[in-house]
């Protein structure tokens, strides 16, 4: 009867020491759900801290990798490179403007002018196609000198613009056919700009220059860094201006127009990587 006592007093002292054991595992756990999701003091919190069920704290390790993957950045420049040439066309913009006491009276006029001086540009060999009107406009405006009516009001007039565009393919040409228009009827030379027709294969020479103008500005940037450059991550290419060479305004100057040099600029904004 003793014996079967003591067996059973053992079984109880089993069962405490695990439930003990129990309840210390599970202890760390009650510790990370304070109030309103505040650690307690000391706790460690519940991932810098032990660790929990189902929870693996990181290691240094892992950290480190992933800063080293991230990107270390790069040098980023503006490179420019020109070339110079001589135009082989011209771009001229003239036309007619006239003023009547009326609109239809306005609107005559200045067509009469305009069809006489195509006559002539197609005559001297321009081709329909080169010939493009870029103004048009009839409005009214006050009479110049100022004068009032029979009712003691201003007179108002109407004034008539038409200005073409017109591409001289030929250099030679561009003062004679100024000059003849002007003859035929235009009464108004607006400008006069010189360019290439085709600027393909100066572009090319200018995007090299820009290229190498871009390498050599990173390449200096990355010594006084005291860093090697890398492979290129990233070009932007920005067209320059084609800078027109206005031969001049005005039908006495037309035909003493000289065609000169002009340039033609490309940018390039390029990111190298650093090592």
């Not at 189902?54 to 993957?69: E, L, Y």
């Not at 009326?102 to 067509?111: H, R």
């Not at 009214?140 to 565009?165: C, L, N």
């Not at 360019?195 to 500005?217: G, I, K």
Request: aromatic share 4%; charged share 15%; net charge neutral.
């Amino acid at each position: 009867m003793l014996l079967s006592r003591w067996k059973v007093s053992g079984t109880f002292l089993a069962l405490g020491v695990v439930l003990a054991v129990a309840c210390s595992s599970v202890a760390p756990l009650s510790a990370t759900s304070a109030p309103g999701g505040a650690l307690p003091e000391g706790s460690g919190g519940g991932v810098g801290g032990a660790a929990g069920a189902g929870t693996t704290a990181p290691r240094a390790g892992a950290v480190a990798t992933a800063q080293d993957q991230s990107p270390a950045g790069g040098i980023r420049v503006q490179g420019s490179g020109s070339v110079s040439l001589k135009p082989d066309a011209a771009m001229v913009e003239l036309g007619a403007a006239v003023v009547h006491p009326t609109v239809d009276a306005a609107i005559k006029e200045v067509t009469d002018r305009i069809n006489a001086v195509d006559k002539f540009l197609g005559d001297s060999g321009i081709a329909e196609a080169d010939i493009q009107t870029l103004y048009f406009n009839v409005g009214q405006e006050p009479a110049y000198p100022p004068r009032t009516g029979p009712d003691g009001t201003s007179v108002m007039v109407y004034r008539a613009t038409h200005i073409q565009r017109i591409m001289v393919r030929d250099i030679g040409k561009v003062g004679p056919l100024i000059q003849g228009a002007v003859n035929a009827g235009a009464n108004s030379v607006q400008a006069v700009n010189f360019v290439v027709s085709d600027p393909t294969p100066h572009l090319r020479q200018a995007r090299e220059r820009a290229m190498q103008d871009a390498r050599d500005r990173a390449s200096q940037l990355a010594n006084l860094a005291g860093v090697q450059l890398g492979p290129v991550v990233s070009i932007s290419e920005m067209p320059g201006p084609f800078p027109p060479l206005a031969g001049g305004a005005g039908a006495e100057k037309a035909a003493y127009i000289q065609p000169g040099t002009t340039s033609l600029t490309v940018s390039l904004e390029v990111v190298f990587s650093i090592r």
